[in-house]
């Protein structure tokens, strides 16, 4: 049970309205996260602008870095991340068998060596304290150029923000990702919704 409601939209400003409305059309819903976040409007602003930059501008796909999202959050443990990753990671054209084998990359043939490299650093960079080594940056030079390992690792450091933010509110969870969860990381992560009901 989520220790913080979510505001009702009559109370949000029109400028993060217009914002919540977008993410209606593109997921479905609003997430309950930002709809709690909102009571400190310039909070949830500069947090819509970072989550703008880091996962829907640069030249990594939108693919990968949802599946590099997902893995920081299975590291993490945040279970409405978890979810909300998976959901993306949907909607930006990963296949369902490779949404449900993201956490077996190293062995599974779903994933190229360049995305082994980055959902690795992702793997290794979600620990606390992070694992990363000069090892796993010698890899991803290999495949990426520097402004695109700044876009990873930036991905996973905006998670670092979301998986805290959630799993500390105990947000609640939506149907939507609950029910894509349940589908594509259900199973072999033995996904559950947990606190986040």
Not at 40 to 51: D, E, G, K, S, T
Not at 56 to 66: A, D, F, I, P
Request: charged share 25%; with cysteine; aromatic share 10%.
């Amino acid at each position: 049970m989520s220790f913080m409601k979510p505001v009702s939209l009559d109370q949000v400003p029109e400028d993060i309205l217009e914002r919540f409305k977008h993410y209606q059309n593109t997921r479905g819903f609003t997430p309950n996260s930002i709809q709690t976040m909102v009571r400190r409007p310039n909070i949830v602003r500069a947090f819509m602008q970072l989550n703008q930059a880091v996962l829907y501008e640069g030249s990594v796909s939108e693919e990968l870095k949802m599946l590099v999202s997902l893995i920081a959050s299975q590291v993490a443990g945040c279970q409405y991340c978890q979810a909300h990753m998976a959901n993306l990671s949907k909607i930006y054209k990963a296949s369902e068998e490779k949404i449900s084998q993201v956490w077996d990359y190293e062995e599974s043939d779903l994933f190229t060596d360049a995305e082994r490299a980055a959902l690795r650093i992702s793997y290794y960079g979600a620990m606390s304290p992070s694992q990363s080594s000069q090892e796993h940056f010698d890899e991803l030079n290999k495949h990426y150029e520097e402004s695109e390992i700044v876009e990873i690792v930036a991905t996973i450091s905006l998670f670092g923000f979301l998986n805290r933010w959630n799993d500390t509110m105990a947000t609640e969870l939506e149907e939507l990702p609950a029910a894509i969860a349940q589908e594509t990381i259900g199973e072999t992560f033995n996904w559950e919704v947990g606190k986040h009901q």
